[in-house]
């Protein structure tokens, strides 16, 4: 059984080959209608369920569409109606979903959630974001920035902002792609010091910096991420813009970087809070190109699941 759950539980080699996958089959489509199958579709006669507990625009039509491509069949299902969001239990619903679909897709909250889904599901389950990780997105940031620069191993990523779910995949990404990375924000959000320990532990220099400016000193990329999650309560706006304010990802931050740094937001983005819409529309930003690579990466990740 391979679930695709998180970056730093998933194998090195496996990690690469996906990353190599999507590529090559993003290129084979080049120029095709979004609704074209893909060649001898690895998907036909599957059936795929995306659950969301959450909203969501690009985890939802990525992984739509990239099943459709593949010449497998959807059902997209919001937990609220589900029994899932009626008492029915996780484990319960694992092996009755297992009964009807090859393959489970859950965006949730509580990463207890998607774990206990795995356990007892008896297809791969994949983690379409909890409040503590976001593994899809940062496959698709890591294919997006070799397109653009090559390999990302030995780089210097930083992530200004707060320390949150996306934040801890690319940071489990840096271990295992080997690349450096260094956290500017406030010490209040700073992202779990068991993950940046197992970063480290892998060989990769992880920072916590708290001056923006100094932080970005020879970046190869830029990241940041909206200032109030999906998890967080709208009680805590003013108090987090607050101590962010100073993490803007702004062109006078971007200018203390090298001058090619690429930009990176996984949308959606709060357009002047987190990062101005000079810098987002600038032209180191590649936030549309790693939007697209969803759709590519995610397919590859399920080729792996289902090992098509
Ligand atoms: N980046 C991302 O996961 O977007 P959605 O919340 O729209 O799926």
């Given at each position: 059984m391979k679930h695709f759950l998180d970056i730093h539980k998933t194998d090195k080699k496996d990690l690469r080959s996906i990353i190599d996958q999507a590529r090559v089959a993003k290129d084979a489509r080049n120029g095709k209608p979004k609704g074209a199958l893909d060649e001898d579709p690895p998907l036909a006669g599957h059936m795929v369920a995306l659950i969301f507990e959450k909203p969501s625009t690009r985890t939802r039509v990525s992984f739509d569409v990239g099943v459709r491509q593949m010449g497998g069949q959807t059902m997209v299902l919001s937990g609220s109606d589900m029994q899932l969001g009626h008492g029915e239990t996780i484990?319960?619903?694992?092996?009755?979903?297992?009964?009807?679909?090859?393959?489970?897709m859950m965006r949730t909250f509580e990463e207890d959630t998607l774990l206990e889904m795995a356990q007892y599901a008896t297809v791969p389950v994949i983690n379409g974001l909890t409040d503590r990780t976001h593994p899809c997105q940062i496959m698709a940031d890591i294919m997006t920035f070799e397109e653009h620069r090559g390999p990302i191993k030995g780089k210097k990523v930083v992530w200004s902002g707060d320390g949150n779910?996306?934040?801890?995949?690319?940071?489990?990404?840096?271990?295992?792609?080997?690349?450096?990375?260094?956290?500017?924000?406030?010490?209040?959000?700073?992202?779990?010091?068991?993950?940046?320990?197992?970063?480290?532990?892998?060989?990769?220099?992880?920072?916590?910096?708290?001056?923006?400016?100094?932080?970005?000193?020879?970046?190869?990329?830029?990241?940041?991420?909206?200032?109030?999650?999906?998890?967080?309560?709208?009680?805590?706006?003013?108090?987090?813009?607050?101590?962010?304010?100073?993490?803007?990802?702004n062109e006078q931050l971007m200018s203390h970087a090298k001058p090619d740094a690429l930009f990176m937001h996984c949308l959606p983005a709060h357009r002047d809070d987190e990062a101005t819409s000079a810098v987002m529309d600038g032209e180191n930003s590649v936030i549309f190109d790693e939007a697209e690579n969803r759709l590519h990466a995610q397919k590859a990740i399920m080729r792996w699941c289902l090992g098509k």
């Open positions: 484990a319960d619903t694992a092996r009755v979903l297992s009964r009807y679909v090859d393959l489970i779910n996306v934040c801890a995949s690319f940071i489990h990404a840096a271990g295992q792609f080997g690349f450096d990375l260094t956290f500017t924000g406030p010490e209040t959000l700073d992202p779990e010091a068991g993950f940046v320990a197992e970063a480290r532990a892998k060989g990769s220099d992880i920072q916590i910096e708290r001056d923006a400016t100094k932080a970005v000193e020879g970046a190869d990329l830029v990241v940041t991420d909206t200032w109030v999650s999906m998890h967080d309560p709208q009680s805590a706006r003013e108090r987090r813009h607050n101590q962010l304010r100073g993490y803007q990802v």
